[in-house]
Nanobody, 120 residues
Framework: QVQLVESGGGLVQAGGSLRLSCAAS????????MGWYRQAPGKQRELVAD???????NYRDSVKGRFTISRDNAKNTVYLQMNSLKLEDTGVYYC??????????????WGQGTQVTVSS
């Protein structure tokens, strides 16, 4: 059984920083793309950033220059360093990963979500 376990959310003042972590555990062959999504109240879930196994990254425009996604392939873990946080960054942040199972079948998995609240 594969799980994505997130940590690092919390309450922070505008301008502050948080670091999210997400670790994949269970029985699988490899972890390919990993990413972070967020969902604000009343809004659709949106991609924040993602990173391929070889390190290629992609960010939504509103977080460029403030957020940095990285990963440790040996630990099957993805990180999201969030600096200069703004009120509009508030939401539930979800980890997502495309995981290759021992059967060589791949599928997407989601973490349980971690709340990030930015206050004024």
């Amino acid at each position: 059984q594969v799980q994505l376990v997130e940590s690092g959310g919390g309450l922070v003042q505008a301008g502050g920083s948080l670091r999210l972590s997400c670790a994949a555990s269970g029985s699988f062959d490899s972890v390919n793309g990993m990413g972070w999504y967020r969902q604000a109240p009343g809004k659709q879930r949106e991609l924040v950033a993602d990173i391929m196994r070889v390190g290629n990254t992609n960010y939504r425009d509103s977080v460029k220059g403030r957020f940095t996604i990285s990963r440790d392939n040996a630990k099957n873990t993805v990180y999201l360093q969030m600096n200069s946080l703004k009120l509009e960054d508030t939401g539930v942040y979800y980890c997502n990963a495309y995981i290759i199972l021992p059967t060589m079948v791949g599928r997407y998995y989601w973490g349980q979500g971690t709340q990030v609240t930015v206050s004024s």
